[in-house]
């Protein structure tokens, strides 16, 4: 991939790295529109929910940050009382998390789970959250479950399909550039390689899109919410610092 052409990262203030994105609506149909991964480690795992933006996700960690948004806002005072305290949120959410990360790594390995501590609860909200389902004493996990050794190919994929992807838009940047060139935040001066992080996101989510549409790839069932969303665990070898 030509140098520049996509921004990966851009130092923000208070050492963070993000690019910031804003428009106004657009009336984009964004059902089925499969480009949003939402991430949070905790420990040795990484939840992940994968899917459109139609609508709010019953997943992980969506609702923690859901929880955390909309506790904050409801504190009355000081606004830096809510930004301290929805982050004492996020480190107890951080806790949760790996909780349920280690009740599905025992079920997904036929594990003992009584030594897990408010094993009732958390299973509980597994099975509301439609992570796992129960029959009798018997627990299924369905969701998918990656484990450190899966690693492996899941590389060899990637390395693959990002070969694919990079050489085409060597082939083709001028072009798509060229296309966009009237587009208004390129008018506006925004560098480019800012403005295709956003278009680039619409472009994954539409090649997604059809090929859910082929059976290529899952086509989640719509929420009653009107999402439809992938969520999965990652169990890493490593532990991440928390």
Known sequence: MQNNFLRRHKEQP???DYILQGGESSGINVHRL???SHNMDAGKYTFTSFGDHAGPRSSLPDILWQASSAVSEHIEGDPDLRETFANILS????NLLN???KLLEALATNGEIRSIKNRSALLNFL???EYI???GRHYKVEVPVFF???EKIISKIDKQTAKTVCDFLDRNHLEIKNALSKIRPVLNNVP????FVDVWHKIFGYCNMFLAEEGFMYDPPETPFHARYLPWITIKKRVNKM
């Open 192 to 195: 480019f390689e800012e403005v």
């Open 127 to 129: 099975k509301k959250l």
């Open 34 to 36: 499969y480009w949003g």
């Open 133 to 135: 389902s129960q029959k």
């Open 91 to 94: 480190l107890y959410g951080e």
């Open 99 to 101: 909780d349920c990360g």
């Open 14 to 16: 208070g050492k963070r």
């Open 148 to 150: 450190p050794r899966d």
